[in-house]
């Protein structure tokens, strides 16, 4: 008796010393709560979830968004799978690959308490498709039965979509490979049957949503709010209470706020300059850093309008500009870190990447000579209007593009606009005035198809707002980027790499510059950092946390 | 008859009584002591009067010269320093030298090499160092932002002082309907919200004007000299008003009026000389405020067009590099303020200068 006596002292002294040892070594817990600050540089284009198709919106909308299939809130490959969300397993496929039965798992609710139904996706088809909202994205709507009809105007919905109890059915017009990772994009994310009824091209303000969290206010130009969804079961990490970006300051106040930690995350970027010294300063992805740095699939361009007479059936013009440009040059505006240049379509890392060494990285004397003797008789009047975004260091990238042209005998305006107007008026033919824009492109979801087809096939640029901001309308890629969509495995990256390379080499829509890093400065307050490029650029708001 | 209204106006323009010396003297004082020798007093005329006056404020004078100095840097420096470099202000140096291994712009006195037809690097020297990561040249670009600055500064003061002070004249001359209706308007001008207004016309109208360059301007300075104009001439209106209601009560008016002289005449020739004076310090200080506008609105990237560089624009690219390379917001920031010191310390001697009860 004695002895089981003293085994169980024994027992519940280790038991206690295992748990003092296993609490002294552990690292900061996370702790639930509080306000995450944001910096934004300029405001976003829209929060609407059928309208907003910015990289800083859809950042916040990766956290008050439930979709049928979602990117997991984890980094690396376990983040890179199309998961189901709200749909309870993978879709029941049909034999030919064109119709898609998803089932609705019972438990999301919207913020304002009304359950999530597989009518709720069905609203947000429509809603995305109909002409009145004038959505930049429904390019990724094409494979849908029946949505080019509603887009177009000629039917009030979308036919190839339908809700039965909580089945939901998709038919598609072709077996398409990508619509799992389609159906991960903000804009078929679930709608509340209020929003559904909202039409309105300016977009809308303030919505109950169905993620971790939801948008409580949105003041223009000045700041969003987001508060944790009270009705959220869904699973998803919600460590803030209130995530709240403040819009307008400058990356010099961005960056001296997230030093001070009156702000959490410099959204907006931070001064170019000053990346090499944090990076000395507080190390560069170290588990929880202040600093990290994520290649991602993205790129940065300048679109040529093959819709102006500069331009239009000019590629020797066109291939002038990509020997012209410098590169290196432009990526050294961006500061360390900033990224790795190139000089083809798609990015390293995407199905179908193939270095193909076309155009050079680095501009000496002979690369100068090469663009001039290109450019010599092709330059029909030599003058150009060049768009950028006035903030951070576009305006110096514009100025050194505009130097690279001046070589070549184009004399060109620059014109700077806030970021989401430059975007959404190269993307509306009543507006495009530009000869060229410097561009940014963040892929969607892994597929090429998100590089080609949405930036550069010819059957958007008549739609009142789009992507292919070259305004690129070749009847032969075309067709080949059509067909390069419908093929499936290493075929697909195949066709896609022979694209981009014949693109490229005989008939440029762009001069591609870098495809640049996600570098993320983060204040010494949060923890819990998560990074997943393919859901957004940034740490994933809803697990950051305050230590 | 004639003689007589011209002696008289010219009398109460104090601009031709000319005593010389014992002629001077009434006849009486003279027989007193013909051996008194009063010597040659010399009465002087306005001209003569304000600048001595002026001679004898040093700090005004200083601004002058400052600014006449400035000018030839400017104008015929920037042209000449450009030559001897061997670049011009907007051509990057980024093959080798114009950033340094932190990938910063370049520090003063620094040597970069700019890539020949050949290939071959060629050294050049940067004075102030480079302006940005863009790697151009300081030193080029602070004079030709000079150029910038100092034409719109001047321009924009003409323009809105021509419109002031003829509405002014007008105005403050006519009286009734005409006063009325020019002050009203001044009221309404000087309530709009000036800065708003200006950033909605250089934004819209700005489009438009921005490559009227006559040849020699740089672009955008039109627009921002058409901007200014419009919107800065009610502050001449009303000063050239009250000094031209003061004037039209003056005697040698009456005696103009008296012999037949036209509104118009009297306007011409003895409203507006009077209007000099005060003009001459209004363009002094609105020169300075202009110049001082033109940086703001460059600031805030809706002035000089790109990659033309005005002391705005480099003040606005600096912030970027405060940490790093601090010099970069000093350089403009000192040209912006000794320039608008030098003309408002102009500006404040002329007042003085051409106020004969000034106390100094």
Redesign the interface.
């Known amino acids: 008796m004695k002895g089981k006596r003293l085994l169980g002292i024994a027992l519940a002294i280790s038991s206690l010393s295992l748990l003092l040892v296993a609490a002294a070594t552990a690292g900061p817990t996370a702790k639930r709560g509080g306000t995450i600050v944001l910096d934004m540089t300029t405001d976003v284009d829209y929060i609407d979830p059928q309208l907003s198709y910015y990289g800083e919106t859809w950042k916040l909308e990766a956290t008050t968004a439930c979709k049928l299939m979602n990117w997991p809130d984890k980094e690396g490959p376990a983040g890179a799978v199309a998961t189901p969300e709200v749909a309870s397993g993978l879709p029941l496929v049909s034999k030919d690959g064109k119709t898609y039965t998803f089932t609705i798992k019972p438990g999301f609710k919207f913020s304002n308490g009304k359950a999530v139904t597989a009518q709720s996706f069905v609203d947000a088809v429509n809603r995305f498709a109909n002409p009145k909202m004038q959505s930049t994205g429904v390019a990724f709507l094409d494979i849908i039965k029946g949505a080019q009809a509603a887009v177009d105007g000629k039917a009030g919905s979308v036919s190839g979509v339908k809700a039965r109890g909580n089945k939901l059915t998709i038919q598609l017009t072709k077996a398409s490979p990508d619509l799992l990772a389609r159906l991960a994009m903000p804009f078929y994310q679930a709608i509340d049957p209020t929003l559904a009824r909202q039409i309105d091209a300016n977009g809308i303000n303030q919505y109950a949503s169905c993620g971790p969290y939801y948008f409580a206010s949105r003041t223009p130009g000045r700041s969003i709010t987001l508060k944790r969804n009270p009705n959220y079961k869904g699973g998803r990490t919600a460590n803030a209470d209130t995530i709240q970006v403040n819009i307008g300051n400058s990356v010099d106040v961005e960056f001296q706020n997230v030093e001070k930690g009156t702000s959490d995350y410099a959204s907006g970027g931070i001064p170019a300059t000053e990346w090499k010294n944090i990076v000395a300063k507080y190390g560069l992805n170290k588990k929880d850093g202040r600093v990290q740095v994520r290649p991602q699939l993205d790129i940065r361009y300048v679109a040529m309008n093959h819709s102006r007479p500069l331009f239009k059936n000019n590629p020797q013009l066109a291939k002038a500009v990509n020997w012209a440009v410098d590169r290196q040059a432009f990526s050294a505006q961006g500061g360390y870190l900033y990224g790795k240049r190139t000089g083809q379509i798609l990015p390293p890392g995407m199905l179908g990447y193939k270095p193909a060494g076309i155009y050079p990285l680095k501009v000496t004397a002979n690369t100068i000579k090469q663009a001039r003797k290109l450019a010599e008789g092709n330059l029909r009047g030599g003058k150009a209007v060049l768009w950028s975004s006035n903030a951070g260091t576009a305006p110096l990238q514009a100025q050194l593009i505009q130097y690279n042209l001046k070589q070549i005998g184009i004399d060109a305006e620059i014109k700077l606009l806030p970021r989401a107007q430059q975007f959404t008026n190269a993307g509306n033919p009543q507006t495009a005035s530009f000869d060229m824009t410097v561009e940014r492109w963040g892929a969607d979801y892994a597929d090429p198809y998100d590089f080609m087809n949405i930036l550069l096939d010819g059957k958007q640029v008549t739609q009142p707002q789009h992507n292919n901001y070259a305004y690129f309308n070749v009847a032969k890629y075309n067709k080949e980027m059509t067909a390069a969509s419908l093929l499936q495995g290493p075929k697909r990256g195949v066709a896609y790499a022979a694209l981009d390379g014949n693109m490229m080499r005989s008939n440029p829509p762009w001069a591609p510059l870098v495809n640049s890093n996600d570098r993320i400065f983060l204040s010494s307050r949060v923890g819990c950092v998560t990074i997943n490029e393919i859901s957004a650029t940034g740490p994933l708001l809803n697990v950051l946390c305050l230590k | 008859m004639s003689n007589l209204a011209d002696s008289a106006e010219a009398a109460a323009n104090g601009q031709a009584v000319i005593l010389r010396g014992r002629a001077a003297l009434p006849p009486e004082d003279a027989a007193v002591d013909d051996d008194f020798d009063v010597g040659a007093v010399e009465a002087r005329g306005y001209w003569e009067g304000v600048w001595l006056r002026l001679r004898r404020d040093k700090l005004a004078l200083a601004g002058g010269v400052f600014i006449v100095l400035l000018f030839v840097t400017a104008f015929a420096g920037a042209p000449l320093a450009s030559h001897f470099l061997g670049h011009g202000p907007?051509?990057?140096f980024?093959?080798s030298g114009g950033?340094d291994a932190?990938?910063?712009p370049a520090g003063p006195w620094t040597h970069v090499g700019k890539?020949?037809?050949?290939?071959e690097l060629e050294q050049q020297l940067f004075v102030l160092g480079s302006d940005?990561?863009?790697a151009r040249d300081e030193f080029l670009r602070l004079l030709y932002g000079a150029q910038v600055s100092l034409e719109v500064g001047v321009g924009a003061t003409l323009l809105s002082l021509l419109l002031g002070s003829i509405a002014g004249a007008v105005a403050g001359f006519y009286r009734g309907w005409a006063d009325t209706t020019i002050s009203r308007l001044v009221d309404l001008t000087m309530a709009f919200p000036y800065l708003l207004f200006v950033i909605t016309l250089a934004g819209t109208l700005g489009?438009r004007l921005?490559?009227v360059t006559f040849g020699f301007l740089g672009e955008g300075v039109v627009t921002l000299v058409l901007v200014f104009g419009l919107l800065g001439w009610f502050y001449s209106a009303r000063v050239m008003r009250s000094v031209a209601l003061s004037i039209r009560e003056k005697e040698f008016v009456e005696a103009a009026r008296m012999v037949g002289a036209s509104n118009r005449r009297i306007i011409r020739s003895h409203v507006f000389p009077h209007l000099v004076g005060p003009l001459i310090v209004l363009a002094t200080l609105n020169v300075a405020a202009f110049i001082l506008a033109e940086a703001g609105l460059s600031f805030l990237?809706l002035g000089i067009?790109?990659?033309t560089a005005s002391w705005g624009n480099l003040l606005a690219?600096a912030?970027?590099?405060?940490?790093?390379r601090p010099l970069l917001m000093v350089w403009p920031g000192v040209a912006l303020l000794l320039t608008t010191l030098a003309f408002n310390l102009l500006g404040d001697g002329l007042r003085d200068a051409f106020d004969p009860r000034g106390s100094r």
Do not use: F, K
């Open positions: 907007n051509e990057p980024l093959v950033l932190d990938q910063l890539l020949t037809e050949n290939g940005s990561t863009l489009t921005n490559h990237g067009q790109l990659p690219d912030p970027q590099y405060y940490t790093s």
